[in-house]
């Protein structure tokens, strides 16, 4: 009876004398579908309806998955982030209705237009010598990717002896390659801490149904690690494989990646890889499927509050990219690749784009430095000029850099055709801005361009920009075209802005009362 309520482990069996044969019995999850009032935040809640779970519910895969089998952790886990797990590499086409729409959120993947996805791990198209050169400012790299044997399902279905089974395979091959092999189940305290500390360490996997007993789930699990924990082997935790190469001490972002790589060729000489040619390497989690490459660099600068001022322009940056940046400290980043899969992207594209967000890093620090080292400080009392403002040590504002004397004897006394001096326009500076400078009207440019000029330099990654001849739609033409974009591209989230000031008027950080009064009177007849 508690063999059949899956209950009972393969040990208890063999102590017992007691064998089985055939398929291991597998319940079915019960399990509904989300409905609005729900407390989940995840994808699966704002794609689920009864009328997919109608669509859906009742196909298998191959090997007997359904979609209960997939979906059960993300209803028995209402936070996580999607809600859904792929049971087997077939779940991706029994159910792609559900599926698709999550990888268009994803990687705006799109069935119709995407192509062969291709791999390669040669990383010698590259010069590396930049980041070899700023290597002490990397604190610590971890590289990681994962892979399933095909003619297996994932593991919402698999069973114990599958488990076993692939451990056995894959230990076989990798055996040589780790000092130590300890079942997860007997992994010690001391053991536990020093792979957490490296974020190696994982009690079960939430894709594992949560019926699941431990001890259960933990058959054929095992983990195989180096004596100084760098290289670590996952076997059957969330994928069948999963390798990471980590490395605190002198970490070399191209070292470590050949490293990986060399681990993920040889498993495919000796597995055929559960694979798609349009999708790449299937996982179990949407999340990695592609290259299933993972990368994270800790990058520690010299500066800390400086960068701040090119910190959300970096942000957008690596974003492009597929790679999320985060400040974890005044002078500490954090990056990671968030997005595995990208369309004609291989492994080696993924790896050249985290190196190149990492130097575009490392160079905003030394033009900071730089322009610190060419700043004025204004202690010398032939250095300070009557009216000419003086800035806090702490002040963070980009401006501060550039108002020197020789820039306060240039532009100091001009006046804007508004009646706007340079002091008027320094206001923000005092106030904690990260620039520190707003122009009051469209003369402030001209009239104060050399310090506007600077200002761009630093912000801007290409100024000056290339000159491009723009027309102004109307607003009547602005709204037609939105219209038009949402009929041909439903938008899921998120807002389109238009904005712009009128050319005669002075912009709102330096009207008085009488003139804004005015600018609405205007704006409201060119927009009726």
């Known amino acids: 009876?508690?063999?059949?309520?899956?209950?009972?482990?393969?040990?208890?069996?063999?102590?017992?004398?007691?064998?089985?044969?055939?398929?291991?019995?597998?319940?079915?999850?019960?399990?509904?579908?989300?409905?609005?009032?729900?407390?989940?935040?995840?994808?699966?809640?704002?794609?689920?309806?009864?009328?997919?779970?109608?669509?859906?519910?009742?196909?298998?895969?191959?090997y007997d998955g359904m979609l209960a089998n997939c979906i059960v952790a993300g209803i028995e886990n209402p936070d996580l982030e999607i809600g859904l797990f792929a049971c087997d590499g077939y779940a991706y086409f029994q159910f792609k209705s559900l599926m698709n729409p999550l990888l268009k959120e994803l990687f705006r993947y799109d069935e119709k237009t995407a192509g062969t996805f291709k791999h390669n791990y040669d990383l010698s198209n590259y010069d590396w010598s930049k980041l070899e050169s700023l290597s002490h400012c990397i604190k610590n790299v971890q590289v990681t990717t994962s892979r399933n044997i095909d003619g297996y399902p994932f593991h919402p279905i698999l069973t114990s002896t599958q488990k076993c089974e692939i451990e056995k395979k894959v230990t076989a091959v990798f055996t040589e390659d780790y000092d130590n092999k300890v079942p997860i189940s007997k992994v010690s305290e001391e053991e536990k801490k020093k792979l957490s500390s490296r974020g190696l360490f994982f009690e079960r996997h939430l894709s594992v149904e949560s019926m699941i007993p431990y001890g259960k789930w933990a058959e054929g699990c095992d983990i195989c690690y180096s004596k100084d924990f760098q290289n670590v082997m996952w076997i059957n935790a969330e994928e069948h494989v999963q390798f990471f190469v980590t490395q605190r001490e002198s970490p070399n972002l191209r070292r470590e990646c050949?490293?990986?790589?060399?681990?993920?060729?040889?498993?495919?000489?000796?597995?055929?890889?559960?694979?798609?040619?349009?999708?790449?390497?299937?996982?179990?989690?949407?999340?990695?499927?592609?290259?299933?490459?993972?990368?994270?660099?800790?990058?520690?600068?010299?500066?800390?509050?400086?960068?701040?001022?090119?910190?959300?322009?970096?942000?957008?940056?690596?974003a492009k990219e597929g790679i999320e940046l985060k400040r974890s400290s005044p002078n500490t980043y954090d990056l990671e690749l968030q997005k595995p899969f990208q369309q004609g992207k291989t492994?080696?594209?993924?790896?050249?784009?985290?190196?190149?967000?990492?130097?575009?890093?490392?160079?905003?620090?030394?033009?900071?430095?730089?322009?610190?080292?060419?700043?004025?400080?204004?202690?010398?009392?032939?250095?300070?000029?009557?009216?000419?403002?003086?800035?806090?040590?702490?002040?963070?504002?980009?401006?501060?850099r550039f108002i020197t004397k020789d820039n306060w004897l240039k532009f100091g006394n001009i006046t804007s055709s508004f009646g706007h001096t340079l002091k008027d326009c320094l206001g923000p500076a005092f106030e904690s801005h990260e620039i520190g400078i707003m122009a009051h009207d469209a003369d402030c440019f001209s009239k104060f361009e050399g310090?506007?000029?600077?200002?761009?330099?630093?912000?801007?990654?290409?100024?000056?920009?290339?000159?491009?001849?723009?027309?102004?739609?109307?607003?009547?033409?602005?709204?037609?075209?939105?219209?038009?974009?949402?009929?041909?591209?439903?938008?899921?989230?998120?807002?389109?802005?238009?904005?712009?000031?009128?050319?005669?008027?002075?912009?709102?950080?330096?009207?008085?009362?009488?003139?804004?009064?005015?600018?609405?009177?205007s704006c409201i007849s060119t927009l009726d």
């Open 1 to 62: 009876i508690r063999y059949l309520a899956g209950l009972c482990t393969t040990e208890e069996l063999a102590e017992n004398e007691i064998s089985i044969a055939g398929h291991e019995p597998r319940r079915l999850p019960k399990v509904k579908p989300p409905k609005p009032t729900d407390s989940l935040s995840s994808y699966l809640k704002k794609v689920l309806n009864d009328a997919l779970w109608k669509e859906l519910g009742g196909i298998k895969t191959k």
């Open 258 to 318: 050949e490293k990986l790589f060399s681990k993920a060729k040889l498993f495919e000489s000796k597995f055929k890889p559960c694979h798609d040619i349009k999708l790449g390497f299937l996982t179990c989690n949407p999340a990695s499927i592609g290259t299933a490459l993972k990368l994270k660099a800790t990058v520690q600068l010299q500066k800390s509050s400086d960068l701040q001022i090119k910190y959300e322009l970096m942000k957008t940056y690596c």
């Open 451 to 521: 310090l506007f000029t600077s200002i761009a330099k630093h912000v801007f990654k290409e100024f000056p920009f290339k000159p491009i001849k723009i027309t102004p739609p109307s607003i009547k033409e602005f709204v037609a075209s939105l219209k038009k974009y949402e009929t041909a591209t439903p938008i899921i989230g998120g807002y389109l802005l238009w904005q712009g000031n009128k050319k005669d008027f002075p912009y709102p950080s330096g009207s008085d009362k009488k003139q804004l009064e005015e600018t609405l009177k």
């Open 347 to 400: 492994e080696s594209d993924l790896v050249f784009q985290f190196a190149n967000c990492i130097e575009e890093l490392l160079k905003a620090e030394e033009m900071i430095i730089s322009a610190e080292s060419q700043a004025v400080k204004h202690k010398p009392q032939d250095e300070i000029i009557p009216g000419m403002p003086i800035f806090d040590a702490t002040n963070p504002s980009l401006i501060k």
